[in-house]
């Protein structure tokens, strides 16, 4: 299946923070996407996402779980996430507007209900997954859901046990990464770190390609020109480690 862009990529976009979406890529069951909030959305096109069989892998900076701030129960935003039957369903619901505490980041009382930083506890309120793994370099639990509701959870700039974790899936695995779990930040400078994990990550990735449901890619919290061409690099060596024929995104 040859891939295409479901958003095509916006130059006015291309700081994509809590309200952008920069582009999505998509072939076949693997998305590639500049907004991790849209993550949200492809899982929704697992096949029986909402039979609570498949497993979830969670490899980022965060762990991007901070509660939801809209109100309603587990039950309700399921229904309300099983109406998504399209990228334009699904926006228009992000642009519904919660409160929201103001933070370094905004100055708005209100935003987006699904946002880059909560998608993950959306999935869970859900109850999308039926293991939820997270490798989470930075973690942020101050913030998010209790450990104890997650099956495994490891604050860790490095990989422990990926293949185990992929082999306790059984065939039934959504994967999503952020490319910001492989940066380095040293005196408030973000700088992409080694391309080594990467390539380790990536590969395990490949070795178990045909057992994973669905694979979601996120360059998330790109801030500068720099940083973009770093990102692209990185997306340059994922291609050629999982063999796509993804371009890379030339804002217009």
Known sequence: MKGNFLIKPNKKQE??????????????????????RLSLWCWLQVEGIFENKHSFIHIDRHT???????????????K????????????????FQCPFKKTFETDRD??????????????AE??????????????????????KDFSFYKKTSKIYNLEDTLKKCEGKCVIDVDLDFFDDIRDHIKR??????LIQVFKIIEKYR???????????????NQMWKDRMEQLSIIKDILNLEVPIPVME
């Open 15 to 36: 700081y994509s923070r809590v309200y952008d979406n920069a582009f999505l890529w998509n072939e076949d069951n693997l998305y590639i996407m500049a907004c991790h």
């Open 80 to 95: 309300i996430l099983n109406n998504f039957s399209s990228l334009k369903d699904f926006n228009i619901f992000e642009n």
């Open 192 to 197: 992409v770190s080694s391309t080594g994990l």
């Open 126 to 147: 859900a109850r999308l997954f039926k293991h939820y793994y997270i490798y989470a370099s930075q973690g942020d639990w101050h913030t998010t859901l209790n450990e």
């Open 64 to 78: 991007d779980a901070r509660r939801w701030e809209a109100p309603g129960e587990a039950e309700s935003l399921k």
């Open 110 to 123: 209100m935003r987006p209900c699904i946002t880059y930083d909560n998608f993950v506890h959306l999935a």
């Open 210 to 224: 045909d057992d994973i449901s669905m694979l979601t890619i996120s360059i998330n919290d790109v801030s500068g």
